[in-house]
């Protein structure tokens, strides 16, 4: 890749992720004042970026793009009423997720009715192997696969490397998988994948608080899950009839 081109994506993920100053940038970027003003002028111009009383944010641009990313990915559409429906049905929050290399993005999200709602965004990003969805879509994959995900495990984490192979495992034999405060504290949640066609795997959740999770409904949703991941699939293959 271009240097010019990954300098670039640097100060866009920078300001992404709340670094807004001129003088922020430089010290987070380790790019010269020049360089840095240069390009950043540039994502300005095109809308990348905004500049007002001396701070960097998103441009619209990235709106745009956002949303002709969304628009392309039509099963969400097709989905979208089921989805609601078990929302309603349910009372917790639903998302779909897929992969993106070894992390999952969440490509919809529909709130529950509980007191306690989990913080989530469409466009969120997460390791796959912290996450429910993220373990029951590897869990579709090979497992000579598995270890590209493994390797995102850090020191020091809570779960031994063992123990997150052995959810891709169980995910894989009974396509439902879960999580238990490894997302964040207090939160947890239930997944299964479907496939979308030949080449793409999707997987629909039901996440809250802990609090709302015992062990015995736990067991309850696990049928349930996987008989959304089930209907999910043949309201996608019927779309492709027509």
């Known amino acids: ?21 001129l003088a922020g940038l430089i010290r987070e970027s380790e790019l010269s004042r020049s360089t840095t003003h240069r390009l950043l002028a540039t994502l300005v111009s095109h809308g990348y970026l905004s500049y007002s009383h001396k701070r960097y944010e998103l441009g619209f641009r990235f709106l745009e793009i956002g949303e002709k990313k969304k628009r392309s990915l039509g099963f969400v559409d097709i989905l979208r009423p ?52 993220g373990k029951a879509l590897i869990g579709r994959r090979p497992a000579n ?44 949640g239930i997944a299964s994948a479907f496939k979308i066609n030949q080449s793409v795997d999707a997987a629909v959740s039901i996440n809250g608080a802990t609090v709302y999770f015992p062990k015995e ?14 209907r999910f699939t043949e309201i996608i293959a019927a779309s492709n009839q027509h």
């Not at 063992?162 to 959810?167: H, K, P």
């Not at 891709?168 to 947890?188: H, Q």
């Not at 736990?218 to 089930?230: F, K, P, Q, T």
């Open 1 to 21: 890749m271009s240097l010019v081109v990954e300098k670039t994506l640097k100060l866009i993920e920078l300001v992404a992720d709340g670094n807004q100053t």
């Open 82 to 133: 089921a989805l609601h429906e078990y929302a309603e049905e349910i009372g917790d929050t639903l998302h779909i997720a897929i992969l993106d290399g070894t992390d999952i993005i969440l490509v919809e999200r529909v709130s529950g009715r509980r007191e306690l709602q989990i913080r989530s965004h469409v466009g969120q990003r997460a390791p796959a192997f912290r996450t429910a969805v």
């Open 145 to 188: 696969t598995w270890n590209a995900f493994l390797q995102d495990i850090p020191v020091g984490y809570p779960r031994k490397t063992s123990e997150v192979r052995a959810d891709f495992e169980n995910a894989k034999r009974r396509n439902f998988a879960t999580d238990y405060d490894e997302v964040s504290l207090g939160t947890c």
């Open 217 to 230: 409904r736990m067991n309850e949703l696990s049928s349930i899950i996987v008989g959304i991941s089930a």
